[in-house]
């Protein structure tokens, strides 16, 4: 799924950014539309390092009305999680993994796409 272009580099660093704005980013560059080599079936060569995730500007109100969710598939299978309580119980890395996730499309590529993200504290 990759092509003959050399792994490239991409940091960013999250100190002082919003959430959004950070995963928006991130995204982008993992779909490879900053390049002019883009092909939407393809996996873009590139690793995105996002560095001082813990340094992230969330308000407090965000915290208390950002919303994940996860299903089991069963009956009554819904957990419904805040970022606030999210970020206290797995840090910020899981809160700016699935928002990532969420912004790339539901399809074969996703996961590979992911694998290419790297988040460090």
């Given at each position: 799924?990759?092509?003959?272009?050399?792994?490239?580099?991409?940091?960013?660093?999250?100190?002082?950014?919003?959430?959004?704005?950070?995963?928006?980013?991130?995204?982008?560059v993992l779909l490879g539309k900053h390049s002019p080599?883009?092909?939407?079936?393809?996996?873009?060569?590139?690793?995105?390092?996002?560095?001082?995730?813990?340094?992230?500007?969330?308000?407090?109100?965000?915290?208390?009305q950002e919303v994940y969710k996860t299903y089991s598939?069963?009956?009554?299978?819904?957990?419904?999680?805040?970022?606030?309580?999210?970020?206290?119980?797995?840090?910020?890395?899981?809160?700016?993994?699935?928002?990532?996730?969420?912004?790339?499309?539901?399809?074969?590529?996703?996961?590979?796409?992911?694998?290419?993200?790297?988040?460090?504290?």
């Open positions: 799924m990759h092509t003959d272009t050399p792994q490239t580099e991409y940091t960013i660093d999250a100190k002082g950014k919003r959430l959004g704005r950070v995963a928006s980013e991130a995204a982008s080599a883009f092909e939407k079936h393809t996996v873009f060569p590139v690793t995105v390092t996002i560095t001082n995730a813990r340094l992230l500007d969330v308000s407090e109100k965000k915290r208390m598939g069963y009956p009554g299978g819904q957990r419904v999680e805040t970022l606030g309580h999210l970020a206290d119980r797995r840090g910020y890395q899981e809160a700016l993994t699935r928002t990532i996730a969420g912004m790339l499309p539901r399809n074969k590529l996703r996961k590979l796409r992911m694998q290419n993200l790297v988040i460090s504290d």
